[in-house]
């Protein structure tokens, strides 16, 4: 299975900024949405954003809206979350995975991860 392949993750202070790359280099990448997603130790996975060419810019968590920006560069095969105003809750390993569409229910083509830390 084609897989996904994220960066950028890393330890950061609280306030700080972190961008994401998701890189789908296989991928005839308009066909596909993208979505970010984190799991938090001990936590189950929460879905953040979508991005895809026939549903735009979608935010799932009220928790990252207006300090998270998804956005994708389909020249380069990849979409990035830029994270601002991070916070020690926003510790998480970071995924993207590959959908037909922002609401579907079936996410395929998982990369391995990123971690972001955030330090208080």
């Known amino acids: 299975e084609v897989q996904l392949v994220e960066s950028g993750g890393g330890l950061v202070q609280a306030g700080g900024s972190l961008r994401l790359s998701c890189a789908a280099p296989?991928?005839?990448?308009?066909?596909?949405?993208i979505g970010w997603f984190r799991q938090a130790p001990g936590k189950g996975r929460k879905g953040l954003a979508c991005i895809s060419s026939s549903d735009g810019s979608i935010y799932w968590s009220d928790s990252v809206k207006g300090r998270f920006t998804i956005s994708s560069e389909n020249a380069k095969k990849t979409v990035y979350l830029q994270m601002n105003s991070l916070r020690p809750e926003d510790t998480a390993a970071y995924y993207c995975?590959?959908?037909?569409?922002?609401?579907?229910?079936?996410?395929?083509?998982w990369g391995q991860g990123t971690q972001v830390t955030v330090m208080e």
């Open positions: 296989e991928f005839t990448f308009e066909n596909y949405a």
């Open positions: 995975a590959a959908g037909l569409k922002c609401n579907t229910s079936v996410w395929g083509s």
